[in-house]
Structures are given as structure tokens and as C-alpha cells.
């Protein structure tokens, strides 16, 4: 951590994490996360009057951030967890393949064992992908760059960290920036349709 030459002062954007106030207690955090989400909830709920819809249809009729129900989010992501928790993480090897980048490499990766990868893993592999541009491999396959063994290895390793270790309230704080995420949930959890009025 970068230090000051001088004492610094109290509240120094600069002072290290143990002369400071931290965030050690994480699940303070997320408990105030998920207090927000619902009491947004509840004020939207309160708004829109008696309306009564089930979680999945909550979560599927909304595209905005200011008109989706927190809770049903909350709720959606709380499920989403719990089966992606349960689904077991491959381990038979598969011959070596050709792939071009890491999202490539997590298609073909569904593809084979018949199971989507989490949604935090999806990400990471866009943002691994776009972390490649402008560098001196940027033309290059991954398979070229890493061996298929170790690729294959790096995403089943963070695949089970996702599964394992993620928090419902984190992720339904992200799908609230995100209007695609439907898509990639959809594969785990089957909603059944909204009706049509």
C-alpha cells in the first residue's frame, strides 16, 4: 500500500487497512444489502397495490433496474445458488480441442458436459477476453498461449469457487446492472412464462 512521507492525518485516504476502520465483517454488508433490497421492495410493491406474481415472474416481466422487484431478485438469486451448488464439477479429461479465446472455451466446455457455467464465470471469461485486446497475443488462439489441459483446468478451478462460494445478495446486486442476465440464469433455472393480459 502506498504510504505518505509525513503522519497522516485521521480519515487519510492513504492510512493502511489496520489503522482504519475495514471491512472485515462482510456479512454486515451484506445484510444492509439485502435490508435495501427489500425495503425497495416493499415501497415498489406498495405502489404498484395488490398485484400478485410469482418470484420468477418478478424477475422475468422487469427489463429496468427501476421497476424490478429486489426481493423476487433476491430471491431468484438465492435459488440460482443453491442449484448451481449442486451441480458436480466434471472431472473425466476430454481430448484436446482448438479454442480461440475463453469465452469459446466456455461454450465448448457446455457443450461437451452438458452444464452451463455459472454466471461469474461466464463474465470472467468476457473479461479475460477483452483484457487480451491490444496485447502482443491478441491474434493469437488460446490454445496457443496455454496448453488445453491448463485452460480447462483454470475454468473448472474458478467454476467451483463461483458455485461454492458465491452470495445470492452479490449476485442479484449485479443482475441489477445487468438487463441480460436472464439468458445466462435461464439455462439453470426453468421460469414458466408471464402470462399475456
Not at 482504519?20 to 454486515?28: C, G, I, Q, R
Not at 484436446?96 to 461469474?120: D, F, I, S
Request: aromatic share 8%; charged share 30%.
Amino acid at each position: 500500500m502506498f504510504r505518505r512521507y509525513g503522519p497522516p492525518e485521521y480519515k487519510h485516504m492513504l492510512l493502511s487497512d489496520s489503522e482504519t476502520e475495514s471491512d472485515d465483517n462482510l456479512s454486515n454488508v451484506a445484510v444492509t444489502v439485502a435490508a435495501t433490497l427489500a425495503e425497495d421492495g416493499r415501497r415498489e410493491r406498495e405502489e404498484e397495490g395488490n398485484k400478485t406474481l410469482s418470484t420468477h415472474q418478478h424477475a422475468t416481466s422487469f427489463k429496468s433496474k427501476q421497476t424490478l422487484d429486489p426481493e423476487a431478485l433476491l430471491e431468484l438469486a438465492k435459488e440460482y445458488q443453491t442449484k448451481m451448488e449442486n451441480k458436480d464439477i466434471p472431472r473425466d479429461g476430454v481430448k484436446e480441442m482448438m479454442v480461440v479465446n475463453w469465452k469459446g472455451l466456455a461454450k465448448t466446455l457446455k457443450t461437451l458436459y452438458g452444464q452451463p457455467l455459472h454466471y461469474l464465470t461466464q463474465k470472467l471469461c468476457n473479461e479475460w477476453d477483452k483484457s487480451r485486446f491490444g496485447s502482443d497475443n491478441e491474434e493469437k488462439p488460446l490454445s496457443a498461449i496455454f496448453s488445453w489441459r491448463e485452460a480447462v483446468d483454470t475454468i473448472w478451478r474458478v467454476e467451483a469457487v463461483h458455485r461454492l462460494c458465491t452470495s445470492p445478495v452479490h449476485l442479484a446486486v449485479l443482475w441489477l446492472d445487468d438487463p441480460e442476465y436472464r439468458v445466462i440464469v435461464n439455462e439453470v433455472i426453468s421460469t414458466p412464462s408471464v402470462p399475456t393480459p
